[in-house]
Nanobody, 125 residues
Framework: QVQLVESGGGLVQAGGSLRLSCVAS????????MAWFRQAPGKEREFVAR????????YYADSVKGRFTISRDNAKNTMYLQMNSLKPEDTAVYYC??????????????????WGQGTQVTVSS
């Protein structure tokens, strides 16, 4: 079993940047593909980005492509989400998730076994 803890959220003006971190404990992170999801008020949780176990393969939702970058440091058991050019519509609770079912990860929530508690990102206009 793995425990995931996100940090780095906060309040930022439109056009600004934030870097989210997801630290894993309990098991080595390199046994999991990882992803970020987000959930805005009144909306379903949606896929943001995913990264393969080794970090060589990444994939992004169209809404964040070119603005967000997902990365990982398996030696530190940590995954990151660098968010640039933030927009008010990026406001949401951001969750990290791990999957033992796939080498590269997927966009489906049901494929992820463990989730963090979430970190709030608020972008003001």
């Amino acid at each position: 079993q793995v425990q995931l803890v996100e940090s780095g959220g906060g309040l930022v003006q439109a056009g600004g940047s934030l870097r989210l971190s997801c630290v894993a404990s309990g098991r080595s992170l390199n046994t999991y593909a990882m992803a970020w999801f987000r959930q805005a008020p009144g909306k379903e949780r949606e896929f943001v980005a995913r990264i393969s176990r080794g970090g060589g393969s990444t994939y992004y939702a169209d809404s964040v492509k070119g603005r967000f970058t997902i990365s990982r440091d398996n030696a530190k058991n940590t995954m990151y989400l660098q968010m640039n050019s933030l927009k008010p519509e990026d406001t949401a609770v951001y969750y990290c998730a791990s999957s033992s079912r796939s080498l590269i990860g997927t966009t489906r929530r049901s494929d992820y076994d463990y989730w963090g508690q979430g970190t709030q990102v608020t972008v003001s206009s």
